[in-house]
């Protein structure tokens, strides 16, 4: 079912691919026009089948657009959604698929024209891999998509936004931008902090003697560097009470071992065995997030 | 290739259960005694092909072999070993695969008889599963095994051993049983730690908005609590140095993001990911450790 006449994806690495895969694959969107800063991204999404259209100039790509998808770097969000806002027609939507939300809001508060909507969205979904050659018809099946409407957002927008993340397959959840954020930086800026410090403390010359546990445990320290520098700057209060909440389980862990006082060992590790079955149990499968 | 006539397997979990598949299948060994605490245990096992005989009499299991290895929880092994020693025939050699070796070299110091030997091993495999029911015949191919002898093993007992684990498809390597337990806090005890404490931290009602980072992350901590309890127990010394290490560099993250200090931010998150992706590149499958 047609959703969209024209839909605008800005910055076409793997998820604005695939969105643009999904939409077009699914007959979700008329055309969809990939706006990036670099042809050769825009040619792979095109070949990709992601995109119906290409332009290098966001201001053209998002005049005709009834729906315009941010997907850049958390660090530039904010200013293509303004960007977008003073060049699209009234009654365009406007989202992104930012890993923050609530600076991305405050940033953008004021620099709407009447009649543009901003709606932020948030796919679990991604991976170690990126770019558009990448781009998965499928990636948000099954997917939880967090949505951060306010007081000000209109039920009809809302509805439209809910529909496109239902139809892509994902599972849609709604929450305050600063509930996002703070759940997000417990189950996966934290973890993308102490993976990285893992990776960092481990000497060279015993990466050789490392094996299954250590290459899990790691393995989201092979993200962009840059990019998460900025998810960490856009998140800062949150990320240091999720931080703060895991230091004090660390204590009571290396307290417990240098006692030694095997129950209370015994005890955090069956709490953590606990939650780690249950996202076993419950998870679909293993998108980064 | 046989290299033993009776080899006897004490303890038949995932890694008894593979050690005495790999070794009928390959025809490395005669006869394959298990020993178990409990007849289902060893029932699978024989029933899977790991073993030709089966007791529940660890004197009686190693009477008459000339290898016994000791795949017991790291809490037993000592024990095990010095029963064994007390009841096997002269000349047999004994080795185990337990996670840690200082603390069972030191225990079992000075109870082994004349003309019995031990030397330890840690093959750096495993997984989440465990069971013989989930034995493989190819569990150690490709994987590190690190042996630890010391100034009174003898070199034909090094060479029996290291043949032993190479014929399995392993790549061995000779460090001293101090060395290999600094190495291995860094590169499975502490992860183990770390993906514990962030699994703990983790509030009850965040599970559900958790991706593949999180699970990543986290997954060795669904092993077994009282396994990992005894792995820590057996070592403090080691585990708290590396414990060190990883909160200098979680702390130095902090700081960075907090000032914030986007060129030193930079510079822990690329050298994490340069180490990750050595291992990427180096590793070639994901036994856990």
Known sequence: ????RTVAIVGVGLIGASLGLGLLRRRLANRVIGIGRREESLRVALTRGALSHTTLH???GVAEADLVIVCTPVGRIADDIRLAAQNCQSGTLITDVGSTKAEIVAQVAGFLPSGVTFIGSHPLAGGERSGPQFAEVDLFDGRAVIVTPDK???????????????DLG????RMT???????????????????????????????DLTAGGWADSTRIAAGDPELWRQIFASNRGPLRAA????????????????????RALLEILATAKERRDIVSRTSSTGGTA
Request: proline share 5%; hydrophobic share 50%.
């Open 152 to 166: 000000t957002t209109r039920p009809d927008d809302l509805d439209a936004l809910w529909a496109l993340w239902t």
């Open 177 to 207: 931008a600063e509930e996002h954020d703070r759940a997000l930086a417990a189950t996966s800026h934290l973890p993308h902090l102490v993976a990285a410090a893992l990776a960092a403390a481990t000497p060279d010359e015993l990466l």
């Open 58 to 60: 966001l201001a053209e």
């Open 243 to 262: 931080l703060a909440r895991f230091e004090d389980r660390l204590a009571a862990l290396r307290e417990s071992i240098e006692r030694p006082d095997d």
């Open 1 to 4: 079912m047609q959703r969209f």
């Open 170 to 173: 994902a599972r849609v959840l």
